[in-house]
T-cell receptor
Framework: SAVISQKPSRDICQRGTSLTIQCQVDSQVTMMFWYRQQPGQSLTLIATANQGSEATYESGFVIDKFPISRPNLTFSTLTVSNMSPEDSSIYLC????????????FGEGSRLTVL | SQKIEQNSEALNIQEGKTATLTCNYTNYSPAYLQWYRQDPGRGPVFLLLIRENEKEKRKERLKVTFDTTLKQSLFHITASQPADSATYLCALDGDGTASKLTFGTGTRLQVTL
């Protein structure tokens, strides 16, 4: 099983600033996913972080707002740019559970509050 | 568009009873359906996966059913314990790769003594 570390675990940010969230996995994985969980809402997939190429974004999410880096098979970052209070959310990194089909490991999440 | 419904109201049950949580979906034909547990301030933890051609799956005190005709999954916890108190999320997977999971909002379960 994979161990996923996310930093920061929580932060309070000012409107208009940007924050980068880091995700470190203890094993090499092909696919890494970034999810958002807004208060009282379901997890929503933001994008798939691809090693060596641009991330693949889901409908409603754009690279300018959520730039993603994936420099190697164990690490990824998600930046939330030009934040507004609507970006207050939990951001979660996840990876597939090894060679098994379908299940995901999740990090503990990064809780962002934008004032 | 795809829609997943889980009871947004908390489910309160007494220790030792069986908890049953419901996941209904529309406009979707998932190949797999998954259940996760999420504790406050933590990331979701995978519990069970059931395939579209399976009717039932069990793991210890957990049981999941999947009715593709009704477009519904039931998640049962038998002999429930206070430690089972958490939010339980269902997720639909169209192709089994987990590359585009669609999650429900979850149902909070509270097990009391």
């Amino acid at each position: 099983s994979a161990v996923i570390s996310q930093k920061p675990s929580r932060d309070i940010c000012q409107r208009g600033t940007s924050l980068t969230i880091q995700c470190q996995v203890d094993s090499q994985v092909t696919m890494m996913f970034w999810y958002r969980q807004q208060p009282g809402q379901s997890l929503t997939l933001i994008a798939t972080a691809n090693q060596g190429s641009e991330a693949t974004y889901e409908s409603g999410f754009v690279i300018d707002k959520f730039p993603i880096s994936r420099p190697n098979l164990t690490f990824s970052t998600l930046t939330v740019s030009n934040m507004s209070p609507e970006d207050s959310s939990i951001y979660l990194c996840s990876v597939p559970q090894g060679a098994r089909t379908g299940e995901l490991f999740f990090g503990e999440g990064s809780r962002l509050t934008v004032l | 568009s795809q829609k997943i419904e889980q009871n947004s109201e908390a489910l309160n049950i007494q220790e030792g009873k069986t908890a049953t949580l419901t996941c209904n979906y529309t406009n979707y034909s998932p190949a797999y359906l998954q259940w996760y547990r999420q504790d406050p301030g933590r990331g979701p933890v995978f519990l069970l996966l059931i395939r579209e051609n399976e009717k039932e799956k069990r793991k210890e005190r957990l049981k999941v059913t999947f009715d593709t005709t009704l477009k519904q999954s039931l998640f049962h916890i038998t002999a429930s314990q206070p430690a089972d108190s958490a939010t339980y999320l269902c997720a639909l997977d169209g192709d089994g790769t987990a590359s585009k999971l669609t999650f429900g909002t979850g149902t909070r379960l509270q097990v009391t003594l």
